[in-house]
């Protein structure tokens, strides 16, 4: 069975430093891989997903299928990235395994 | 309207209570989800329609029952539910995922806190 691996639970760092939260998963086939934030009191949402390559927030992520990761990166940390993040995994059909989360507080 | 809503927000009931969580969207979307979140923890899959027609269920007791009317409908019944039961119930939605092509991405509500006493 697929599984999903967020090292960290919590992961606070200083405004303008440089962040990212490891994501690690375990199939052997060709998985599609996710990132999910939760800001407080709003609702899950899509970050950004690795098909799509591209940036949000700042954010990047990229699929290293050697290393079965998708670590989530951003230069510079701002406040507003204080949420939840979870990473994700679809496999076949469309349904997501989650990873456990990892709290990032980002201070001033 | 790309937005998915959940009624009631908030919910306490009795374990001998019958009770119902809707969720609807109308963004055309044809798979509809309910996962079952607790504090801290990430969300776990209960159920998945898919076209109007439950095609997953995830080892849920049947005291947790769906229903989806519709194309943009989704409940979920509950019945003698357990303080164990007491959680965060999301609802998301999607285009079905198409052989062949990649997995759609999951619009989620607001959630229904549900509180078992």
């Known amino acids: 069975a697929q599984r999903v691996t967020q090292p960290e639970k919590l992961l606070s760092v200083f405004k303008g430093a440089p962040v990212e939260l490891k994501c690690n998963y375990s199939y052997s086939g060709s998985p599609e891989l996710f990132w999910y934030v939760q800001y407080s009191r709003q609702r899950l949402q899509l970050l950004l997903r690795?098909?799509s390559r591209e940036s949000i927030k700042g954010f990047t992520a990229d699929l290293n299928k050697g290393e079965t990761s998708f670590h989530l990166k951003k230069p510079f940390a701002q406040e507003e990235d204080s949420a939840m993040y979870y990473c994700a995994l679809s496999v076949g059909y469309s349904t997501l395994t989650f990873g456990k989360g990892t709290m990032l507080l980002v201070s001033p | 309207d790309t937005e998915v809503t959940q009624t009631p927000k908030h919910l306490v009931m009795g374990m001998t209570n019958k009770k119902s969580l809707k969720c609807e969207q109308h963004?055309?979307?044809?798979?509809m989800y309910w996962y079952k979140q607790k504090a801290k923890k990430p969300p776990e899959l209960m159920f998945v329609y898919s076209y109007e027609k439950l095609s997953i269920n995830e080892s849920v007791p049947s005291r947790f029952s769906p229903e989806c009317p519709n194309s943009s409908l989704l409940n979920l019944h509950l019945h003698a539910l357990q303080p164990e039961d007491s959680a965060l119930y999301l609802c998301a939605s999607s285009h079905p995922r198409v052989a062949g092509t990649s997995t759609d991405t999951q619009y989620f509500g607001p959630g229904t806190r549900l509180t078992v006493l």
């Open positions: 690795h098909i």
């Open positions: 963004m055309g979307h044809r798979a």
